[in-house]
């Protein structure tokens, strides 16, 4: 076997299709996405008789001393290979790996340390395969009424892209929240994308909330949603949800991903609040859209924690050193 960058689209795709559930982070059109934004993909195929056998997109940071590593996300690949590419990289004097596995990594020979994951561990999961009359029904009471609120009270949801819209209610949510934002043009490159979908609200012909979608495989995956300050009575954002719902099975989407809630306790592991047959940690920082999305149903996906894998134990110590300095850690 041997490790390739691939840097043909139709030979990459072709080997997604055969992935039950291909990661959306994972895709072709998500790494060139990337690309826009200034970040460097790498992708690794491996290859035994011109049959690719297992494959990566993954983000190179460059931290400048030398000292870069390689960001995996949502991977899927069997640990032989996984090991062929640790050692190829380790040739190319990558510091260490990052690596968020669809599945728990069981590597006896590789030096694992575990870190706190950028993609969400815990999410929620809808099965879209259900009529639309099921879906209602697993919902929880509170949220049909929110939602029929909604249309009552004439909100209105529109299809079409329009990264201004989404940008002045994206302020708004940000700044009330104190959620982590990208920036203006990362959203309006995102929205140039056919695999982006957006939704937005209006009332009396204003804004009023907005969602941003993926969809790819066989999933579609809600992002990024924002709100505005005013009007939050309407409750707009519970129609949005479950217009983008809709939309995602008229797309032939089997899944409907709420893209992470907070990770699931139980009774007598600490102070815990539960809604609609989900129950997490109280005081967590996400308690509030968690509560919101529980509210819809679904099942609940957990992703392994994630890791890094060390190739060169002196510059990773520089890596750990600079996060401290920078009060990262």
Request: some cysteine; hydrophobic content about 35%.
């Amino acid at each position: 076997m041997e490790v390739k960058n691939c840097e043909n689209r139709q030979d990459w795709e072709n080997y997604e299709k055969t992935l039950d559930r291909a990661e959306f982070l994972q895709s072709w059109d998500w790494g060139e996405f990337q690309k826009s934004t200034g970040k460097e993909v790498l992708r690794l195929q491996i290859v035994e008789n011109n049959s690719v056998e297992g494959q990566v997109q993954g983000f190179v940071h460059s931290l400048g001393l030398g000292v870069s590593y390689v960001y995996f996300p949502r991977i899927k690949i069997e640990e032989s290979r996984l090991k062929i590419i640790i050692d190829h990289l380790k040739k190319n004097k990558f510091a260490f790996v990052r690596i968020e596995s669809v599945d728990k990594l069981r590597t006896p020979n590789l030096e694992l340390r575990t870190v706190k994951n950028r993609q969400p561990v815990t999410t929620l999961l809808l099965d879209l395969t259900q009529t639309e009359e099921v879906l209602l029904q697993s919902m929880h009471p509170k949220t049909r009424y929110n939602i029929r609120l909604s249309e009552k009270k004439g909100v209105e949801v529109k299809t079409g892209k329009n990264a201004k819209a989404f940008w002045k209610l994206n302020l708004d949510t940000t700044g009330r929240d104190k959620f982590k934002s990208h920036d203006k043009e990362y959203y309006a490159k995102m929205l140039n994308n056919n695999f982006c979908h957006q939704l937005t609200a209006y009332y009396d012909y204003q804004a009023i909330a907005s969602n941003i979608f993926i969809v790819y495989s066989d999933t579609c995956t809600y992002l990024h949603g924002t709100s505005a300050n005013e009007q939050r009575n309407l409750m707009a954002p519970y129609l949005l949800q479950w217009e983008g719902i809709k939309m995602a099975k008229k797309l032939g989407c089997k899944y409907y991903d709420f893209w992470g809630i907070a990770p699931v306790m139980k009774e007598g592991e600490g102070k815990v609040t539960c809604f609609n047959n989900f129950c997490w940690q109280a005081d967590h920082t996400w308690t509030g859209i968690t509560r919101f999305k529980t509210g819809f149903g679904g099942s609940i996906r957990e992703y392994p924690h994630a890791v890094d894998i060390v190739l060169n134990k002196w510059k990773y110590k520089i890596y750990k050193i600079a996060r401290k300095i920078r009060g990262l850690d």
